[in-house]
């Protein structure tokens, strides 16, 4: 018995070693760098050089323009310190005329036109006089500022007598309330023109007369 274990032990080693025989050898794979179509191998590129100081930018916040200065209390200016105040300055504008210059009738005149253009400026020197307009007793102007330009509107007529009142509001700063008014019709033609001098408060008044 022991001896046929030990001729199938036999038999067993024999076919494992012949097993072992027909796996082919394995060989280590062999590889190289293919060297470049030209011969030659690619450079490695290197970062560039950084300098060895940055330049340095004048500003100009070292030379002493921009500077800050913190100055004492004492030294500081209030606001309005060089205001001069004149304590009579409302009375400017009451002029310096001493003659008083009451109402004025400018006269009257007639007219077949269905509206008007009244206009009027500051026909000598201008001192900053203001007029109030009124037309048959309501205002339609509160509060004109007479320049050396003409200003104005233009009224609708109506039929019969239509009263035109210019109150002074102010004599300017020279006095008294001076002004040239005209008066064109719907054609634009002028029709009508006269000047007035007046004190605060004083009126010049204008009828125009509408015909059928």
């Known amino acids: ?3 046929i274990t030990l001729i199938a032990f036999l038999l067993f080693c024999a076919h494992t070693l012949s097993a072992q025989s027909d796996i082919p050898a394995t060989k280590p ?9 030209e011969g030659t191998s690619k450079p490695v590129l290197s970062p560039p050089a950084l300098p060895k100081k940055l330049p340095e930018y004048d500003l100009g916040l070292n030379t002493g323009r921009g500077e800050v200065r913190m100055l004492p209390d004492r030294d500081l200016k209030q606001a309005g310190h060089d ?3 004149k304590p009579n300055l409302g009375e400017s504008e009451k002029g310096k ?7 004025m009738y400018l006269g009257d005149f007639k007219t077949s036109s269905k509206f008007v253009g009244i206009v009027c400026r500051d026909h000598e020197f201008v001192d900053g006089d203001r007029v109030r307009i009124f037309v048959n007793g309501e205002v339609v102007e509160h509060n004109i500022l007479l320049t050396g330009a003409y200003k104005g ?9 239509n009263r035109l ?20 019709d719907d054609t634009g033609k ?7 001098l007046l004190s605060t408060g004083s009126k010049a008044s204008l009828i125009i007369v509408k015909d059928e």
């Open 153 to 161: 509107l233009n009224l609708e007529l109506d039929k019969g007598f």
């Open 165 to 184: 009142d210019f109150e002074a509001l102010n004599q300017g700063s020279t006095g008294p309330n001076t002004a040239q008014v005209d008066v064109y």
């Open 83 to 85: 205001l001069v105040l």
């Open 97 to 103: 005329s001493d003659r008083h210059f009451g109402d």
């Open 1 to 3: 018995m022991m001896r």
């Open 29 to 37: 794979l062999d590889i190289k760098a293919e060297p470049d179509k």
């Open 190 to 196: 002028l029709i009508y023109s006269n000047k007035w």
